[in-house]
Nanobody, 119 residues
Framework: VQLVESGGGLVQPGGSLNLSCVAS????????MSWDRQAPGKQRDLVAS???????DYADSVKARFTIARDNAKNTVYLRMNNLSPDDTAVYYC??????????????WGQGTQVTVSS
């Protein structure tokens, strides 16, 4: 199983970015897809998550600014980030709680994508 994130980069304060994460490789079903982030010198925190048929959950710090969405047919999760501030600067990681074709359930992580908000 492999998760690959894309879409990070440098953006000015108040700007927007779209992150994508594609999961591939022997997947039977994905229960939950999520985004975490880790700023320099800080712990990794959950940003947003979405269950296969459920509602989305967000960290208080990103509510009303970030939107998570899934395309289950493509095993892909997106994170739309609006009104970005320097406090959003971090490496963003995608992770998925999934069942493989070998009937093994585990959480898999992507390698991370850097988001930098700066003028």
């Amino acid at each position: 199983v492999q998760l690959v994130e894309s879409g990070g980069g440098l953006v000015q304060p108040g700007g927007s970015l779209n992150l994508s994460c594609v999961a591939s490789g022997g997947i039977f079903t994905i229960y939950t897809m999520s985004w975490d982030r880790q700023a320099p010198g800080k712990q990794r925190d959950l940003v947003a998550s979405q269950r296969i048929l459920g509602t989305a959950d967000y960290a208080d710090s990103v509510k009303a600014r970030f939107t998570i969405a899934r395309d289950n047919a493509k095993n892909t999760v997106y994170l739309r980030m609006n009104n970005l501030s320097p406090d959003d600067t971090a490496v963003y990681y995608c992770h998925a709680d999934l069942m493989t074709l070998n009937w093994a359930r585990n959480v898999y992580w992507g390698q991370g994508t850097q988001v930098t908000v700066s003028s």
